[in-house]
């Protein structure tokens, strides 16, 4: 089943902080993030993984709540390249890489 | 490679032909995933493989969907008798190992069914 993003979009000025959630009615296993600009291909950002290991980029930095089955990606100081559509895909087996993604948030960074 | 490639760039076709979509992963990435996303959606997931192997195909769409990849190298998706919800633009990425590490996405390969 499909995770729900929340929320479905905002617009911060540079320098402000951002929270995206993701949410799930499954337990989860593992959740990736992935961050889109318009007309390019995705690029990914973080992934968590269930006992809290986490790996992704320096800049960025999420939770994974197992027993809410929600993660965070936090945004912090945002700047413009911060611009676009972010996703969250979540694997409810483990041994399996069955992704299923939100349907994104649309992240607007303006000066 | 210096990244990610996939061939064709963009694919133009009639309903009911088979068409085959071409990956080249960054050199030595053992980890390959297709994706698809359909204009204004979100993405897709559609296989992936380590090594040659694929663990799990249940995301393919349907049987007329099929993926391989030799030589743990270059995948190729195709989709036999093609329908116009096949539309969309397929992604390709690879990652160095596992499954749990950073993917580098390709450019994708934008296909349209008349």
């Known amino acids: 089943q499909q995770p729900v993003q929340s929320p479905q979009a905002v617009i911060l000025r540079e320098g402000e902080d951002a929270v995206i959630n993701c949410s799930s009615s499954?337990?989860?296993?593992?959740v990736h993030w992935y961050r889109q600009k318009h007309g390019e291909a995705p690029v990914f950002l973080m992934i968590?993984?269930?006992?809290?290991e986490q790996k992704g980029h320096d800049k960025i930095s999420a939770s994974f709540n197992e027993k809410k089955q929600q993660s965070s990606l936090y945004l912090t100081a945002s700047q413009l390249s911060y611009s676009g559509t972010y996703f969250c895909g979540t694997e409810t087996r483990a041994g399996s890489y069955q992704l299923t993604f939100g349907k994104g948030t649309k992240l607007s960074v303006i000066p | 490679g210096a990244g990610v490639s996939q061939s064709p760039s963009n694919k133009v076709t009639e309903k009911g032909k088979d068409v085959e979509l071409r990956c080249d992963p960054i050199s030595g990435h053992t980890a390959l995933y297709w994706y698809r996303q359909s204009l204004g959606q979100g993405l897709e997931f559609l296989i992936y493989f380590q090594g040659n192997s694929a663990p799990d195909k249940s995301g393919l769409p349907s049987d007329r969907f099929s993926a391989e990849r030799t030589g743990g190298s270059v995948s190729t998706l195709t989709i036999q008798r093609t329908q116009q919800e096949d539309s969309a633009v397929y992604l390709c990425a690879s990652s160095l190992m596992t499954r749990q590490e950073t993917q580098y996405f390709g450019p994708g390969t934008r296909l349209l069914v008349l």
């Open positions: 968590l993984l269930k006992g809290g």
């Open positions: 499954k337990a989860l296993y593992s």
